[in-house]
């Protein structure tokens, strides 16, 4: 088997066939189901991941990330060893491609969260094993593998839906880019000009015959939403001398009742976390009726589970 046959890396929704997108969002739907209401440590029917070993890598700060990996790796029967980049050798002069040549001699999958993409994808050149994006300055896309689950869960197939981004036009705003191509919604993005999204994916997107919709008015941008979405306005790539500058530009995009009254009356609201509660989105939103950013966070579990044995193919 060569190298490509014999593994696949989860890099970018957009580098994923969506049939393959797609049957790994049902795999982690059926997984969920499957679990139940079963304790948290308690084993999965099948062990797919038995005797393999995952390291997870952080360059930066996680929670959701890091413990949603963790806890599904060992809920399958693998285990993990989590790793700061700072601490490796990696953090100190080691190239990428020799930590990647030597990590794929003890382990059998590598999950990165990254500064730099760079970084990501000369792991993913050298490692002769798998390699998942675990946030980049650029994508996050287990993140909304999570969110296109967790709207279908609740609304039934995202496919020709209005999904409206109010904010940034942040690494996670890409990899929504990515999935509106690949699995077919209507994409309308709201914030100022100077914080808009990287022309490369909006031309991705374009080309991919799902163009997203620019609309600098935020109330109008809204209208019929079936799902609106915000993240941090600074985020952790982002210089903190950029602080201020961005919350004064960001400010008339925060997802509040009234913005979210002009959104269809059965409207989600989602937010990948960590929020800073009253800037980005108020609280009134965060644990209003329409948000299922704790659903979000939890299928992050969930579809991740399904990343993991689609890259290891078991
Ligand atoms: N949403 C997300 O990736 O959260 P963490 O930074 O806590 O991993
Ligand atoms: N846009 C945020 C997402 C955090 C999960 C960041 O990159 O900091």
Known sequence: MTKDDAMRHFLDIHKTDPAELRAMLDLGAGMKAARGDKPKGAPDADQPLAGRMVALIFEKPSTRTRVSFDVGVR??????????????????????????????????????????????????????????????????????MADVLTYEEHRGPIA???????????????????AAGQFGFDLTFTGPPTLDPEREWLEWAQAKGHPVT?????????????????????????????????????????????????????????????????????SAVMDGPHSVIFDEAENRLHAQKAILRWCLGV
């Open 75 to 144: 809920q399958m029967g693998g285990q993990t060893m989590v790793l700061s980049g700072a601490d490796m050798q990696l953090g100190h002069g080691e190239t990428i491609a020799d930590t990647a040549r030597v990590l794929s001699r003890y382990v059998d999958l590598i999950m990165i969260r990254t500064f730099e993409e760079q970084t990501l994808l000369e792991m993913a050149e050298h490692a002769t094993v798998p390699v998942i994006n675990g946030l980049t300055n650029r994508t996050h896309p287990c993140q909304i």
């Open 160 to 178: 020709g839906r209005k999904v409206v981004w109010s904010g940034d036009g942040n690494n996670v705003f890409a990899s929504f880019a990515h």
């Open 214 to 282: 620019i609309e600098r008015d935020p109330w109008a941008a809204v209208e019929g939403a079936d799902l609106v979405v915000t993240d941090t306005w600074v985020s952790m790539h982002d210089p903190q001398s950029a602080r201020e500058r961005r919350h004064n530009q960001l400010r008339p995009y925060q997802v509040n009742e009234h913005l979210m009254s002009k959104a269809k009356p059965d409207a989600l609201f989602m937010h990948c976390l960590p929020a800073h509660r009253d800037d980005e989105a108020t």
